[in-house]
C-alpha cells in the first residue's frame, strides 16, 4: 500500500529512474567488478498527458510516431515545436534545441564539434559544458548508485545524468518530504523536542 | 570492567548454587524488569567472548524467538569487520533536498516500530548560512527545499573517539574494528546514558516491543545492526552493517534520489570517500568536542 506522500513525492520526482519505493532488492548477480551506467527508458519517449496505476506519467515511445512518418528539421526554440512536444518546458539557459539535438535527426544529439552521438551517451554530452560535476561523477561523488561499495563483491549500478535531471529543465524538482513527524505519545516518539534540540 | 563485577557474572554465580530450577524461578521477576530478554539472553556472555558454537546457538535462537514472536523467518548472521576496511560516510549539503527517503529507508531497512514512525536518521532543515544544530527543525512537513532553508541529515557518526562508549557501565556498546560503533542488545540495560552523551542525538531507546507486520519485515538482519531490537534497551545507526559487511552500500545511500551520499573504505585509496576527503572541503559537526566522527559533510561551493 502506498501512502499519499510517498505518491505526491514520486509525483514530483517523477524524473528520476531511482526514484521507486525502497524495497528490499536482492543483491545484483555475479560480481564481474564493474559499474554499470544505469540506461533510463525516457531517452527515446515523451510524456503523454497520462498516467499510470501509480498516478506517474505515462510515456510514449518516439517510435510511435515517428516510425510511421518522417521527422520534421529540429526548430531551434521549444514554442516552435508542434503536436505531441508542445507543453515541453524548457529552462536550460540560452541552449537552443540543436545545440544538443541534430537537426534533421532528432533522436541523435551531437558533441560540441558537430560529431553525432547516440542518446545513450548523454553523459558525455553533459560532460561538455559541466566539467566539475562530471568530475565528480567519475570520482562516485556525484549521482546516486545501488549495489556494491566492494566491486570485489557485487556490481555498482550508477545513475545517468539524465536519471535524475530532466535535460529540458535540469534544476532538481522539489518534492514533499516523506515520513511525516508523529504526533508526540507518552512512550515511544522518537523525535519531538529532543530532536529540535531543546532537551 | 576490572573493578565491576558484571552483574551476569553474579547471577551465574548465584544459579550455581540454586539449582538450574529454582534459579529460572528466582529470576523470573529479572526477565518482567528486562522485559523482552528470555533467562537465556539475560545469562549469555558478552558477545566479545562468545565463541563460534555459542554465537551459532544464540542466533539460532533469536530466530526461532523472531518467528514465534512476529510469525515471520529471518536470517539473523554476525558478520565480522573485514580484514583492511574501515569505514567512513560523507553527505553533500549543496545536493541533499530534505525528502527524507533516506530516513524511510533507514525505517525500514532496519526494522523500526512502525508506530512509532522512528528512524536512526534525522533530516533537519536549517537557516541558511547557520550551522546552529539547536535551531535545526527535524519535523517540518512542507514541500522541499523550502526557501531560504538548507538540509542537513544527522544519523550516527561512528565517533573514533566516541562519548557513548566511555559512559556505558556495562561495555554494552563498544567501537568495532571497521570504525562501527556497535550495541549488543542482549546485554545493554538500558540505562540511557550512551543516549544522553551522544552530542548528535543519534541513540533510541525502544520504550516498547517493536511493532511491524511480518510482511513488513526485513528478513535479512544482523546481530549487532537491525534484528528486531527487544524493549527496554538502547540502539543506533551502524551504517548497515548487515549489508556494508558484505559489500553493499547503505540502505539510506540506496535511497537517496539525489545522490548526496558518499560512503566507501577508508583505506582504499580508490574509494569515492577518499576523493571526497582530499578534494572537498569537509567538516564535521560539532568538531570542538573532539568526538572525531566519521561523517562528513561538504558543500560544493
Ligand atoms: S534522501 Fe538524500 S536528498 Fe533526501 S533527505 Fe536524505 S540525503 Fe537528503
Ligand atoms: S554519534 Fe553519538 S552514538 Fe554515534 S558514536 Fe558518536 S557519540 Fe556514539
Redesign the interface.
Given at each position: 500500500m502506498m501512502r499519499p506522500a510517498l505518491v505526491a513525492?514520486m509525483l514530483?520526482?517523477g524524473g528520476?529512474g531511482?526514484?521507486q519505493p525502497?524495497s528490499?532488492?536482492p543483491?545484483p548477480g555475479a560480481p564481474t567488478g564493474k559499474e554499470i551506467l544505469h540506461q533510463p527508458a525516457k531517452l527515446t519517449s515523451v510524456e503523454s498527458d497520462q498516467k499510470d496505476a501509480l498516478g506517474r506519467p505515462l510515456r510514449v515511445s518516439c517510435e510511435s510516431c515517428h516510425s510511421l512518418r518522417e521527422t520534421k528539421p529540429m526548430p531551434s526554440r521549444p514554442e516552435e515545436l508542434k503536436e505531441f512536444h508542445q507543453g515541453l518546458r524548457f529552462r536550460h539557459g540560452e541552449l537552443a534545441c540543436t545545440s544538443c539535438h541534430q537537426a534533421r535527426e532528432p533522436r541523435t544529439l551531437h558533441l560540441a564539434t558537430g560529431e553525432p552521438l547516440p542518446m545513450t551517451e548523454v553523459v558525455t554530452l553533459c560532460a561538455q559544458c559541466h566539467g566539475?560535476q562530471y568530475r565528480d561523477f567519475k570520482?562516485?561523488?556525484?549521482?546516486?548508485?545501488?549495489?556494491?561499495?566492494?566491486l570485489?563483491?557485487?556490481d555498482?549500478m550508477r545513475?545517468n545524468c539524465v536519471s535524475?535531471h530532466d535535460p529540458h529543465t535540469p534544476k532538481?524538482a522539489?518534492?514533499?518530504?516523506?515520513?511525516?513527524?508523529?504526533n508526540p505519545?507518552a512512550?515511544?516518539?522518537?523525535?519531538?523536542k529532543?530532536?529540535?534540540?531543546?532537551? | 570492567m576490572s573493578d565491576i563485577v558484571s552483574r551476569r557474572t553474579m547471577m551465574k554465580g548465584a544459579g550455581a548454587t540454586l539449582g538450574a530450577a529454582a534459579f529460572a524461578h528466582a529470576m523470573a521477576p529479572l526477565t518482567e524488569w528486562s522485559k523482552d530478554l528470555s533467562v537465556d539472553e539475560f545469562l549469555q556472555k558478552h558477545y566479545k567472548e562468545l565463541t563460534r558454537d555459542e554465537l551459532g546457538r544464540v542466533l539460532l535462537h533469536l530466530k526461532e524467538e523472531t518467528k514465534r514472536k512476529y510469525g515471520r523467518d529471518v536470517d539473523i548472521q554476525a558478520l565480522p569487520p573485514q580484514e583492511g576496511v574501515s569505514f567512513a560516510y560523507?553527505l553533500?549539503l549543496s545536493?541533499c533536498?530534505?525528502?527524507?527517503?533516506c530516513?524511510?529507508?533507514c525505517?525500514?531497512?532496519n526494522n523500526h516500530?512502525r508506530?512509532?514512525?522512528?528512524?536512526y536518521i534525522?533530516?533537519l532543515e536549517m537557516q541558511q548560512g547557520s550551522l546552529d544544530?539547536?535551531?535545526?527543525?527535524?519535523?517540518?512537513?512542507?514541500?522541499?527545499?523550502a526557501e531560504g532553508k538548507y538540509y542537513l541529515p544527522v544519523q550516527c557518526h561512528q565517533c573514533d573517539n566516541a562519548p557513548c562508549v566511555k559512559v556505558c557501565p556495562v561495555q554494552a556498546t563498544w567501537k568495532e574494528q571497521d570504525g562501527i560503533v556497535v550495541v549488543d542488545y542482549n546485554w545493554c540495560i538500558g540505562c540511557r546514558y550512551c543516549e544522553a552523551a551522544c552530542p548528535y542525538?543519534a541513540r533510541?531507546f525502544n520504550?516498547?516491543k517493536p511493532e511491524i507486520p511480518p510482511e513488513e519485515i526485513?528478513?535479512?538482519q544482523g546481530y549487532l545492526s537491525n534484528r528486531i531490537r527487544p524493549q527496554g534497551v538502547v540502539e543506533k545507526c551502524t551504517f548497515c552493517l548487515h549489508r556494508?559487511r558484505?559489500?553493499?552500500?547503505p540502505?539510506c545511500?540506496?535511497?537517496?534520489?539525489?545522490?548526496a551520499r558518499?560512503?566507501?573504505?577508508l583505506l582504499d585509496p580508490k574509494?569515492?570517500i577518499r576523493?571526497?576527503l582530499e578534494?572537498?572541503r569537509v567538516f564535521v559537526l560539532k568538531e570542538e568536542l573532539g568526538t572525531r566522527p566519521r561523517f562528513f559533510y561538504f558543500f560544493?561551493k
Open positions: 513525492a514530483a520526482l528520476c531511482k526514484d525502497v528490499f532488492q543483491p566539475p570520482a562516485g561523488a556525484h549521482g546516486g548508485m545501488t549495489g556494491y561499495w566492494d570485489s563483491r557485487g555498482r545513475n535524475c532538481y522539489g518534492a514533499h518530504p516523506v515520513m511525516p513527524p508523529r505519545s512512550h515511544g516518539e522518537p523525535d519531538t529532543e530532536a529540535q534540540g531543546h532537551e | 560523507a553533500n545536493i533536498i530534505g525528502c527524507r527517503k530516513a524511510e529507508a525505517h525500514q531497512e516500530d508506530r512509532t514512525g522512528n528512524s534525522r533530516v544544530l539547536e535551531h535545526g527543525n527535524a519535523n517540518y512537513d512542507h514541500p522541499v527545499p542525538h533510541r520504550w516498547a526485513n528478513p535479512d556494508t558484505a559489500g553493499r552500500l540502505a545511500l540506496e535511497a537517496c534520489p539525489t545522490g558518499v560512503f566507501g573504505n574509494s569515492p576523493w571526497v578534494n572537498k560544493d
